[in-house]
């Protein structure tokens, strides 16, 4: 599956964003799917994760209450709404899709979008 992430921006400390992830190829609701950033100079983390049907969303702790992640598998696109963003939360995010079900190692990546939030 060919991923295709957007959204990203330049906004303020407090701003809301939200991501989107097209998926073209095949059908996005047969996955999994996750948000993952990073950020210059560190590696990549995990944001948050959704199953194919919608269900059982996770984060990263830290995030919790201010990100949320959701999907319309009508539109094959999945979403990462951010709130009150802060400076740390600038990063590139990826959405991946299809991870293994032993190691959560996901198997499709997009190319990134750049998230900038300045104080």
């Known amino acids: 599956v060919q991923l295709q992430a957007s959204g990203g921006g330049l906004v303020q400390a407090g701003d809301s964003l939200r991501l989107s992830c097209a998926a073209s190829?095949?059908?996005?609701?047969?996955?999994?799917m996750g948000w993952f950033r990073q950020a210059l100079g560190k590696e990549r983390e995990f944001v948050a994760a959704?199953?194919?049907?919608?269900?059982?969303?996770y984060y990263k702790n830290s995030l919790k209450g201010r990100f949320t992640i959701s999907r319309d598998n009508a539109k094959n696109t999945v979403y990462l709404q951010m709130n009150n963003l802060k400076p740390e939360d600038t990063a590139v995010y990826y959405c991946?899709?299809?991870?293994?079900?032993?190691?959560?190692?996901?198997?499709?990546w997009g190319q990134g979008t750049l998230v900038t939030v300045s104080s």
């Open positions: 991946a899709a299809d991870p293994d079900p032993e190691t959560m190692v996901f198997n499709s």
């Open positions: 190829g095949r059908m996005l609701r047969k996955y999994d």
């Open positions: 959704i199953d194919w049907s919608g269900g059982s969303p």
